[in-house]
């Protein structure tokens, strides 16, 4: 069964700082990772995917995928209280690219 | 673009009722698909469709659940009878094939509570 885990946190982290989101899965044939933002009482969006080892920078937001070690994490510059959400982490396997979705870390960010 | 539409937004029932949740997916998108969230199990998928035709239902907790799509730009999920363990978020999402297919988007949800 495929798996995808994450911290359920909550992380906290001051305004201004990094928050770092990390989030492993099981399946070696893993093919797209995907980071959605949810903010409470809302529908998660998506907001960073990324397909191949390394780094991608979108703004504030980084994404970095090691798949020998089978992990994807989500880094966030300059956190802001409107950061504060859940953020859940997406895997896609092999032909399929119905992701299968974490439980998701809860961020909060304080002035 | 409209989004992802559900209804209704809210609903609390008792206990036994039957209850049905509507979403209208994005125009032009081939895939829907119906999650249940919970705190205790987060952000489960039931059901997806491709092109109207149901692909895979095995997320579909039990028969008192069922799922229909008969048209491109609407579908229902059923639950009859409703019990209190079904109370959760249920959202309807929609996906494009082609490049970009991976996205999935959300509707608002419909906030489910029986009693």
């Known amino acids: 069964q495929k798996e995808v885990e994450q911290n359920s946190g909550p992380l906290s982290v001051p305004e201004g700082a990094i928050a770092s989101l990390n989030c492993t899965y099981s399946d070696r044939v893993s093919q797209s990772f995907f980071w959605y933002r949810q903010y409470s009482g809302k529908s998660p969006e998506l907001i960073m995917s990324i397909y191949s080892n390394g780094d991608k920078e979108d703004g504030r937001f980084t994404a970095q995928l090691n798949k020998a070690s089978q992990y994807v994490s989500l880094l966030i510059r300059d956190s802001q209280p409107s950061d504060s959400a859940t953020y859940l982490c997406a895997v896609t396997s092999g032909g399929s690219y119905i992701p299968t979705f974490g439980r998701g870390t809860s961020l909060i960010v304080h002035p | 673009d409209a989004g992802v539409i559900q209804s209704p937004r809210h609903e609390v029932t008792e206990m036994g009722q039957e209850v049905t949740l509507r979403c209208k997916p994005i125009?032009?998108?081939?895939?829907l698909f119906w999650y249940r969230q919970t705190m205790m199990r987060g952000l489960e998928l039931l059901i997806y469709?491709?092109?109207?035709?149901?692909?895979?239902d095995s997320g579909m907790p039990e028969d008192r659940f069922s799922a229909k799509m008969p048209n491109a730009s609407f579908s229902t999920l059923k639950i009859q009878p409703s019990e209190p363990r079904d109370s959760a978020v249920y959202f309807c999402a929609s996906s494009p094939t082609g490049q970009g297919r991976n996205t999935i988007y959300f509707g608002e949800g419909s906030w489910l509570t029986v009693v």
């Open positions: 469709f491709n092109n109207n035709v149901p692909i895979d």
């Open positions: 125009s032009g998108h081939d895939y």
